[in-house]
């Protein structure tokens, strides 16, 4: 046994790991530091933007009185554009599903003029004989859809040598149910 060894005067601390386990505590506090000053700065610049907007609120809110003739000519736009919008809530669909229906074989349409939000119809098409646009003419008048029809025009067109088509018009209206 060594008896000159004095335990009281030694260390018995790692020191190394001591100063990796400082250096890891720096660290996290340098990285929580940072964290709170990008929260800090966000929350600064969330606050001046609310600030414009509650400002910019507080100036809008005052009342301005408009000229009668002002209103009077703002009343005629919206007038004109829910007229417009009227004339396009016409269900189209269902028109061209019955006129789809009674269209017999034999007969094609050309063209479909509507005017006054599809109550006045001309039907223009061609067909490959009288009996035909008769027939065509039996189906709209047996139809619930449509009134008031009339073969305004009919007119035969030659295809070649030996075939020949008829061009005709028709006029109806079409009932809104």
Do not use: H
Request: with cysteine; aromatic share 12%; glycine share 4%.
């Amino acid at each position: 046994m060594n008896l000159n060894i004095n335990l009281a005067t030694r260390v018995y601390v790692n020191l190394k790991q001591v100063n990796y386990f400082l250096m890891l505590f720096f660290l996290i506090c340098c990285s929580w530091m940072a964290f709170n000053l990008y929260l800090f700065a966000s929350n600064l610049e969330q606050m001046n933007r609310y600030a414009d907007f509650m400002s910019r609120k507080g100036s809008a809110g005052e009342e301005k009185v408009i000229p009668d003739a002002e209103y009077n000519k703002f009343l005629e736009k919206v007038k004109y554009v829910n007229s417009i919008l009227y004339k396009r809530s016409y269900d189209w669909l269902s028109l061209l599903e019955n006129l789809e229906q009674l269209v017999p074989s034999g007969v094609s349409l050309r063209s479909l003029d509507p005017s006054n939000q599809g109550e006045a119809l001309k039907l223009t098409g061609t067909a490959t004989g009288f009996p035909s646009i008769r027939k065509f003419m039996e189906n709209l008048e047996g139809s619930k859809a449509f009134t008031e029809i009339y073969l305004t025009e009919q007119t035969i067109a030659k295809i070649d040598n030996k075939r020949k088509a008829v061009n005709f018009t028709v006029t109806c209206k079409a009932s809104k149910s």
